[in-house]
């Protein structure tokens, strides 16, 4: 008989019409064999009834504090669980939890829970940005909850704008990866990263461009690694075909002169830089107004020039003492030797090195690499999940962040 745990998780529910958007997320812990119990507020039951959860979860609903008194559901739920997921977190709520209310039966869940705890807001872009609101996610975010900042898009009627619940796939993968490292505070809280990922590209012409093959995966696992672990991000993402991930803002740019401007714009307040983005070195001196025809004749040289050292001009000009810089170095060949010339050149702090082509790398949903330290450290991540590596890599910079 096997003795392995199920995972439980409880699945507060608010009182927003994102609600019904929270089917899909607990149909997916469940197919990925969680336990959830769903409580929902009352209100919450005037969006999605409570046969539906029931029907999602093949579990009773948790509705009052006085269902099954015998059992003390105030505190037996939160003290079972493994994780509390509560979305939509509306302003309300986000209020009550804050102030260490508990008038019904999620706000008691809340304050006898010692799992990790996550909220994914959704609401209109006034009620987000008052600072009511912002007063009590700083509140809750210092008490080692997670709170996904919202997405950006339509909300109800035909407004647009900060407010909107991310995609259940990406809040997914936020509590699947809480799960995994079983933490009940965030290393990251409080800390704010920049992360670039995926390949920048430039111009020949108006259709084709000099690139390269990275996917802006690796740069993508590290951001939604750091969210799961409290941490604000500014992902700058460069020709990158992927879902945003949940509470990450995305800033999308082109080519490495976009990428080291928003680079730089996002680094003056930012404890962390991880440079993952693979950079073009060089773009040509002048691209052509039209697309380039064939003349029968030999195409003429394209006349390259260096594009900025982004990660060097990083390691030299730190935004305030402490930030810690982190780069990646893709080699083909003599990989750590690279690596180590690499580290010393640029000074950043850490160096994720990792060898490419032959089907490693670049668009695999698999990675290994060595992280070189200032200090003379190396690290060997071994072959697995790029997931993975994001954590480790994570785990090297709160290791010289704490120091």
């Not at 039951?45 to 579990?59: M, Y």
């Not at 508990?102 to 829970?113: G, P, Q, S, W």
């Not at 109800?156 to 809480?178: H, Y």
């Not at 580290?343 to 060595?370: E, H, I, M, Y």
Request: proline residues 5%.
């Amino acid at each position: 008989m096997s003795t392995e745990h199920t995972p439980e998780v409880v699945l507060g529910v608010g009182a927003g019409i994102a609600a019904y958007k929270v089917c899909e997320l607990l149909r997916r812990f469940t197919e990925s064999g969680h336990g959830v119990k769903v409580v929902p507020t009352a209100d919450a039951l005037r969006f999605v009834g409570e046969p539906t959860w029931a029907a999602l979860s093949g579990r009773p609903v948790a509705t009052g504090v006085w269902d099954g008194v015998h059992e003390v559901p105030h505190v037996r739920i939160g003290q079972r669980a493994d994780l509390v997921f509560v979305a939509p977190a509306t302003a309300d709520l986000l209020a009550r939890a804050a102030h260490g209310l508990a008038d019904d039966l999620l706000t008691n869940t809340l304050l006898t829970a010692r799992c990790p705890i996550v909220f994914a807001p959704a609401m209109h872009t006034e009620m987000w940005e008052h600072p009511a609101t912002q007063a009590n996610v700083a509140t809750l975010r210092s008490r080692g909850a997670i709170v996904i900042d919202p997405a950006v898009g339509r909300l109800t009627g035909v407004d647009t704008g900060r407010g909107r619940l991310p995609e259940p796939e990406e809040l997914f993968a936020v509590g699947r990866r809480v799960l995994r490292r079983g933490a009940l505070d965030s290393d990251l809280a409080g800390r704010h990263v920049v992360v670039s990922a995926g390949g920048t590209r430039e111009a020949i012409d108006p259709v084709r461009f000099i690139g390269n093959r990275s996917s802006g995966l690796q740069g993508y696992a590290l951001a939604a690694t750091a969210v799961a672990r409290g941490a604000s991000v500014t992902l700058v993402s460069a020709n990158v075909a992927l879902p945003d991930p949940a509470g990450a803002k995305v800033v999308r740019v082109g080519s490495a002169r976009e990428l080291r401007e928003a680079v730089l714009a996002g680094r003056a307040g930012a404890d962390v830089v991880v440079m993952a983005a693979a950079v073009a070195d060089f773009r040509p001196d002048a691209a052509a107004a039209s697309k380039i025809k064939k003349s029968g004749a030999a195409p003429g040289p394209i006349s390259l020039t260096e594009n900025p050292d982004i990660l060097l001009e990083l390691g030299r000009e730190r935004a305030h003492a402490g930030q810690v810089i982190v780069g990646f170095a893709a080699e083909t060949d003599n990989v750590l030797e690279h690596g180590r010339a690499k580290l010393a050149r640029k000074g950043c702090d850490l160096l994720v090195v990792n060898q490419v082509g032959g089907g490693r790398a670049f668009g695999t949903a698999d990675n290994q690499a060595v992280v070189l330290g200032a200090d003379g450290t190396a690290t060997e991540i071994a072959h697995g999940p790029k997931e993975d590596l994001a954590d480790r890599v994570w785990d090297l910079v709160g290791e010289r962040l704490a120091s």
